[in-house]
Structure formats: C-alpha cells, structure tokens
C-alpha cells in the first residue's frame, strides 16, 4: 500500500535576534517575502524622505510568525533595534505577522502624542486592514506608511490634545489615558502688578482673533489633511478665541507669559518652564471669561509622567554590558519627573554585534559608547502604538 507523502507548511517562528535589521541603507526587513520589488521600492522612498525632512526613523518589518503575542515582539524588537533618536524618542516600528494576521505599529515615547492609538487605530482601518485582507500587501503597506508620513509632515510640530495619548497593551486593547484634573479656566483677572524681569520671552496682549500655529490631533482618529483640514483647522483656531459668553460675541485677549502663570497650576507652569508644552490664556475684556489652550511640543525630550499626567518626565542611562560578538548588551534606563519627582526604572536590551563590510573599529566604538548596533539611532518605546487584524 502506497502511502500518501502531504507537504506539511511550517511557519518559520523567528525571535528577534532572528531578524536582520534593514540599516544603514534600507528601511524595509521583507523576511516573510510578501512584498512585490515596486511596493517595497516605494515604501522605501517615502521613508527616506520622511527622514531627511524631520529626522524620524521607520523601520517595516515582516515576520511569518512570533512566540506570544504580535504587540511584545514588536516592543522588544523596537528597543533591541533602538529606532528613533535616543534623544526624542520619534521612532515607529510597522511590523506584520503573517501566520497570525496582525499588523502592529510601535511608537516611541516622544511621538505618542503625534501618532496617538486613536489616530493609528482609525488609520490602519482605513487604509491598510481592506488591502491586507484582500493578500494586497504591499498596497497597503505603501497606504499607511504614505499617511503617516503625511500627518507627520503636516503637523508644524506641535499638539493642542489635552488628553494623554492612552496604553495600548499587549493583548491588543486600548485604553484611554485618564485625564487630570482640569484647572478653573473663570478666575477674575486681577491688574498684575510692575511685572519683573522674565527668563522668557513675553508675548504682547493681541485681540486680532489670530493664534498659535496648532494642528489638531482628532481623539476620534480621523487625519486632517489637505485643503478641508486646514480650513477646519483656521475656523477651529478663531472660534477658540471668541468669547462664548458676551452678545454681541467679542475677541479675547491673549495674556503675556508673565499674567497667564496666575491661570496656570504647579504642573502646568513646570512644562513651561521645561519647554514641553506651551500655554495661551485668552481672558474676555468685557466678562472676564478666560480659556486656557495647551499646545505640546512632539519632539520634546520630555515624556509624560505616569505619575502625575504633566509633561515632565525626562530619562537618563547608562550600558550595563556592552554589546560584542558573542552576546547583546544590557542598558539600564531611568526617569524622573521634574513635577512629582515619581522615578521608574527598566532595563532596555540590544542586539549582539555583526561583522559587516565596513572597518572593525566602527563597531568597536559603537560599543564603547552604548548606541545600538542595529543601524538606527538608539531610541526606545513604552508599549506605545496600535495594532489591527485582518
């Protein structure tokens, strides 16, 4: 009796030390090989771009499959790769998981709040789940690598969210940040006395109904691009400074940076004076009504505090075991907040050296000096992004 020989399909289940990072030259790891030459050519073309215009690292990578969960392997091959600058933390990591039909989008602690898990979410249903579902791949790994280079390149650099931007967990579950207490926004304002000499700079009072330059981050996830988007944009920005209160409606008069920390509490007055976030206090001449906008800087150094809720926690490391041939390196990273003085440590691991076409010494001093040897920049993730499946 002849016995049947069935092909058996077994999945290449790869750890993170099986995948070869795509740097110096590429942005792109096609490990699954699910992508065709013109898709990955023009992945590649808007992540190079996207570099050169705002500094920021995106690394694609597709795996047959992990052991666990899609969202831990996208984190530790994050930080084992060190995406992003290590000083503002602006990388992203879009990694897909075939066997298991997930898509993951990592982001680092210092791009949070420009990529928020709302904006990712709403994205990846939008643009890239339709394509993947129909085995479009590289369809829809050029949608959404193309729209988060747009949202980055639109945004002048700043956020006017007052939420923070949220844990996305590794099971795959968003939950919301909780939001802070907000502070009276109706305090009469009294005539300040002389004001004293300021380390910062003193904005004039002005009542024209213009703004700060600000772009919305929509915690519904929907992207405000093009023309629509900064019409929406401008209307949204002159609304903010009309009274709500006075008929006939009149325009509010931005307070300088001397008058507007009487509006501002410890926490808030603390951001300012690190510069991670900036806030306009607009008070009504007539009624005395004031509003307070909070605009976020995205690439500042500080994170937000998982303590407190302010923008005001900053980070620090030092190698514990350096890196070489034979094994990774160890990095012992701790942040304190400016605010609460809340501190949290965690160990940040990297990958083990490779021997490459270029000079020994290079990598030698790589080492030494504790950046990552994967090619990129020595940035780290918290768990931050969105995930999808299809």
Not at 348 to 374: A, E, V
Request: net charge neutral; aromatic share 6%; glycine share 10%.
């Amino acid at each position: 009796m002849l016995a049947l020989l069935i092909p058996v399909v077994v999945a290449n289940v790869v750890s993170v030390a099986d995948v070869p990072s795509p740097r110096p030259t590429h942005w792109v790891t096609d490990q699954a090989n699910v992508l065709d030459a013109a898709s990955e050519a023009k992945v590649e073309a808007i992540l190079d771009e996207l570099h050169t215009r705002r500094k920021i690292e995106v690394a694609v990578v597709t795996v047959d499959d992990v052991r666990g969960t899609p969202k831990e392997f996208a984190t530790q091959l994050f930080n084992t790769w060190g995406i992003g600058s290590a000083q503002t933390n602006n990388g992203v990591l879009v990694l897909l998981v075939m066997r298991k039909r997930r898509l993951e989008i990592e982001t680092g602690k210092g791009i949070e709040l420009a990529l928020t898990s709302e904006w990712l979410a709403a994205m990846q249903a939008r643009e890239m789940v339709p394509s993947f579902k129909a085995k479009q791949f590289g369809t829809g790994l050029v949608a959404g690598v193309q729209a988060i280079a747009v949202h980055l390149n639109e945004g002048p650099g700043e956020s006017t969210s007052t939420a923070p931007p949220g844990e996305y967990r590794s099971d795959g579950t968003i939950v919301p940040g909780t939001d802070r207490a907000t502070p009276p926004t109706d305090l009469p304002v009294a005539t300040p006395p002389a004001p004293t000499p300021s380390p910062r700079a003193a904005r004039p009072v002005r009542d024209d109904g213009g703004g700060v330059p600000t772009i919305p981050l929509a915690l519904g996830g929907l992207a405000l691009v093009g023309a629509g988007g900064t019409a929406f944009t401008i209307r949204r920005r002159r609304k903010q400074r009309i009274c709500p209160t006075c008929t006939p409606p009149r325009n509010m008069n931005e307070l300088d940076e001397v008058a507007d920390d009487a509006h501002l509490d410890a926490g808030q007055r603390t951001e300012e004076q690190l510069g991670s976030v900036d806030y306009v206090v607009l008070v009504c001449g007539g009624c005395q009504y004031s509003r307070t906008l909070r605009n976020g800087r995205w690439f500042s150094s500080y994170d937000t505090c998982s303590g407190c809720g302010y923008k005001t926690m900053s980070s620090s490391s030092y190698t514990r075991i350096h890196a070489n041939y034979d094994h990774g390196g160890e990095i012992e990273v701790t942040e304190t907040c400016a605010n609460c003085s809340h501190t949290r440590r965690y160990t940040r691991y990297t990958s083990r050296l490779t021997q490459s076409s270029s000079s020994s010494s290079s990598s030698s001093s790589s080492s030494s000096s504790g950046s990552s040897s994967s090619g990129f920049s020595g940035g780290s993730s918290s768990g931050g992004g969105a995930g999808s499946s299809w």
